[in-house]
């Protein structure tokens, strides 16, 4: 980015490396961070024994208090049998009874009423209950000081990190309404990407789109849609669609070296072989079929996918063979066919909203820390540009999509302002250092004799 070499010259000043510092500042934080964490792990971790063993102890007071109880009510139950008696109908009285012979009598006694409870049974009651109590008192407040410790935990967060992305955002960006509209439609074609044309719709009725750039938005995306909803099938272990388009695309797959029609192939026949013998007939005849131009290549993977014949009685889940039909392989098929087939057609497998989000992502706690040096510095006249970053942010790979072109006599990137421009003889220099070498309209070239006119140098993109 321009003038980096220049901003880093004067961090160097104040002993401030742009990327190795503010890496360090970041690590400390997070360093910080986990260890209030591992401290509130390590108490639940405690609390949690201490719970589990006085949880223990309540079960076995309430077990005893149980058996106390049943004691208690069979002892009942026997005193009531034995305090009630009577003289069935029909039985004969005592020897000194007169009527005794002629007179059936019913006598029923009022037992008196049974203590209920022993003292000691009382005391056993009364002991466990109040063994319960403090135990439960114990554990509500294990629990209710360890609220504390799991809050400390968000201020910590709070304390080392920066949650205030104001000083890096750019709202007046969204002030014009061709950037508002364009980032619109990079919402709506992110969401045709994911297959939802019914959001992507109301956000183009909402956001009053023009009927062109509405009609561009699903145009744009009708491909990877198509793409999208394959992947989503593969994922569901269903291949037809992807067979379908594999084959439609073949010739171009195989000049691409690619290995994903193969791929589809090998999953489908082994799906086939895995049905069992019902299906040796079917996978026998599918392999005939669509092998036949993979043979020079992948003769020696066919013939191991032939050999699973052998286990077909058995079945193949305790065979070598198991490892093609799990779900590792067809996570991998998945994301093997959206990227061939995004690459065969051109597309990013990712949306222009994703990648701008994920680099944004990357990028954020860089500028963040460097924003708190030059507050605590005060240097924040350096930060001043609109096109430029006061630091380089070392994004993936998979951020890059052009290439980058250093002038070679400025050592400087080129930007808009500062485009690469080819000179008659081949050389490539930087705008800014064509006017620097040229002398009116007579340029010497700085790596060859050749002298030419500095306006015939023609503007190159990369």
Known sequence: MRAVDWRRSKLSKFNVEPQTGLAIMGDE???????????????????HEIASAEIGDVASLMSQ?????ENAEQMLVTTLNTGTQMNAPGTPGSVDDPMGETVNMQVETEP???QRLTESQMEIIRDAIS???VRVQKLSTEHRDSHGAVSKIGKAIDRNFNSDFSSTMRVDALQDEDNLMLLNKAIAKHYCRQGMDEVARTLIKECKMSDNDAQDVFDSEREFAEIYSIWIQIQKRE???ALKWAIRHSTQLLERHSLMEFRLHRMRFMQLVSNGLESQHDAIVYARTNFQKFAKPYEHEIANLMASFIYLPGGLEKTPYKIFLAQEMWTELSFTFLNDACQLL???KNSALSVVVNAGCTALPALLNIKQVMQSRQVLGMWNGCDELPIEIDLQPEFRFHSIFACPILRQQTTEDNPPKKLTCGHVISNDALHKLSNGHILKCPYCPVEQNAEEAVRIYF
């Open 29 to 47: 934080a997070c360093v910080t961070v986990e260890k209030e964490l591992d401290r509130v792990v390590s108490k639940l971790e405690q609390l």
């Open 65 to 69: 208090l149980v058996n106390v109880l």
């Open 112 to 114: 008196s009423a049974p």
């Open 131 to 133: 063994k319960c109590n």
């Open 239 to 241: 291949l037809t669609e």
């Open 346 to 348: 051109g597309i990013s």
